[in-house]
Nanobody, 124 residues
Framework: QVQLVESGGGLVQTGGSLRLSCAAS????????MGWFRQAPGKEREFVAA????????DYTDSVKGRFTLSREKAKNTVYLQMNSLKPEDTAFYYC?????????????????WGQGTQVTVSS
């Protein structure tokens, strides 16, 4: 089992910044990639960003490229999603997820473990 706890969500104005954190615990001997997904009211959960086990490979959905930065601090088993230039359309519940294995994946179905999520609201 991998337990994931997100933090850092909140309310911010358009153009503002937030940093989400996701702390992982459990299964310390198994490699896993990490990802962030989000779900807005009435919409399906969508991929935001993912990082490989080593941290050397990162992928973003097109709508956040250049604004969001995903990083991984392996010593703390924590990933960070720095979100800058936030827009109202970024408003959603953000979920951290872990996928066993060294390669990153953008597919929801390949993530075995999920956090409880954190709300991000961007006001216009």
């Amino acid at each position: 089992q991998v337990q994931l706890v997100e933090s850092g969500g909140g309310l911010v104005q358009t153009g503002g910044s937030l940093r989400l954190s996701c702390a992982a615990s459990g299964r310390s001997d198994d490699p896993y990639s990490m990802g962030w997904f989000r779900q807005a009211p009435g919409k399906e959960r969508e991929f935001v960003a993912a990082i490989s086990w080593s941290g050397s490979n990162i992928d973003y959905t097109d709508s956040v490229k250049g604004r969001f930065t995903l990083s991984r601090e392996k010593a703390k088993n924590t990933v960070y999603l720095q979100m800058n230039s936030l827009k109202p359309e970024d408003t959603a519940f953000y979920y951290c997820a872990a996928s066993l294995g060294v390669l990153l994946t953008t597919l929801i179905s390949q993530y075995e473990y999920w956090g409880q999520g954190t709300q991000v609201t961007v006001s216009s």
